[in-house]
């Protein structure tokens, strides 16, 4: 079992820049891969970057790469995902997800969730 936080939205300009953080519990949690997910009104859960449970195994959607870096301190069982050069566009729910060892870019190969972080971009 994990559970999972995320912590860091926010209302920010287009332009800025807002990190998100997931603290991940567990006995297990070190051995788990992080996504992060966004959902705006109205539409699916996309996916937005994933990391495995080395640090390696990256992954972005072509919508942010370039400005979206995502990180794992396995010390702290936490993965970041700092966003810079924000579009109105990114505004969304943040949600970070788990499954074991290896990333993944697809919502249901995930087997844990965190109750989503608002990110609000404005023009």
């Known amino acids: 079992q994990v559970q999972l936080v995320e912590s860091g939205g926010g209302l920010v300009q287009a332009g800025g820049s807002l990190r998100l953080s997931c603290a991940a519990s567990?006995?297990?949690?070190?051995?788990?891969?992080l996504g992060w997910f966004r959902q705006a009104p109205g539409k699916e859960r996309d996916f937005v970057a994933a990391i495995s449970w080395s640090g390696g195994g990256l992954h972005y959607a072509d919508s942010v790469k370039g400005r979206f870096t995502i990180s794992r301190e396995n010390a702290k069982n936490t993965v970041y995902l700092q966003m810079s050069s924000l579009k109105p566009e990114d505004t969304a729910t943040y949600y970070c997800a788990a499954r074991p060892y290896n990333s993944r870019t697809t919502s249901g190969e995930y087997n844990y969730w965190g109750q989503g972080t608002q990110v609000t971009v404005s023009s």
């Open positions: 567990g006995r297990t949690a070190s051995t788990y891969a």
